[in-house]
């Protein structure tokens, strides 16, 4: 997959449109319409409970679809305010349908809790290196060059790094210089080894770029040129098999996708 899971996209919109449901359910069940019942949540609801019930699902999938550490940890508040404004809506008002109720967005969030700490799902929030949608385009470059005073090939570059092939133990982390020469033009970028995985005799190193504003646009520049050449690399790029329609059919069929891997 070349783009972001599916599985998280679809829990982000079903986030955002619960409030919707929330209302249309609500409306069925008092023989309202769908406005009546909204002029009730908007007027007659303590604020608490309208901004817990209206507003905090919707910014919980914003959070969701942003995919950060950050936001990780702010739609596991988000669930926390919605459960606890449940528990005053009960409070308030005790019957056995807000009791249901209750237990039902309990079991939700327990669910929803518990598929964001699965490691595969959790790794994504929490390691960047794991967000490969979020990956600028890779272009072809085999181009002699000189990491450290270290010799070795860059095989592609992007405008925020490039992929290094050299004989030297690199460790993830470290701080380098990445230097090489291009139709005359000379290249010089600080950067950090992000990835490093044997191959052959030597190992192959991602480097990221920590760009100063003049090798920023020197590499926008070469990218430019490069893209020019046509020497993206296409299956860098989604494709059919990272359709919506393709995902569903391999969660039916396979039982896979909804983790991402």
């Avoid at 385009?137 to 860059?154: A, C, E």
């Amino acid at each position: 997959m070349k783009r972001k899971p599916w599985s998280i996209v679809v829990l982000s919109l079903l986030h955002i449109l619960a409030p919707m449901g929330n209302i249309i359910f609500n409306s069925y069940r008092a023989g309202r319409s769908f406005m009546q019942t909204w002029d009730v949540w908007l007027y007659s609801f303590p604020k608490p409970l309208f901004i817990a019930y209206v507003m905090l699902p919707p910014l919980a999938g914003v959070f969701i679809f942003i995919c950060k550490r950050w936001s990780y940890w702010c739609y596991v508040g988000c669930l926390f305010l919605i459960f606890l404004a449940n528990i005053y809506g009960f409070w308030t008002s005790m019957n056995w349908v807000n009791f249901f109720t209750l237990f039902a967005v309990l079991v939700l969030d327990i669910l929803a809790v518990a598929y964001f700490v699965v490691p595969s799902v959790r790794k994504v929030y929490f390691d960047p290196r794991l967000r490969w949608w979020e990956t600028a385009p890779r272009y072809l470059f085999n181009q002699q060059g000189v990491m450290d005073s270290t010799p070795g090939l860059i095989r592609n570059v992007s405008e925020g790094g490039a992929m290094f092939e050299t004989s030297t133990s690199y460790i993830e982390g470290q701080e380098v210089e990445l230097k090489w020469s291009n139709e005359g033009d000379e290249y010089l970028i600080p950067g950090k080894v992000v990835y490093k995985k044997p191959l052959g005799n030597g190992y192959c190193c991602g480097v990221r770029f920590d760009h100063t504003p003049m090798t920023s646009k020197s590499m926008k520049s070469l990218v430019a040129k490069l893209h020019k050449q046509g020497k993206m690399i296409r299956d860098r790029l989604p494709g059919p098999e990272d359709s919506f329609g393709a995902w569903i059919k391999k969660l039916v069929l396979t039982r896979q996708g909804l983790f991402p891997k």
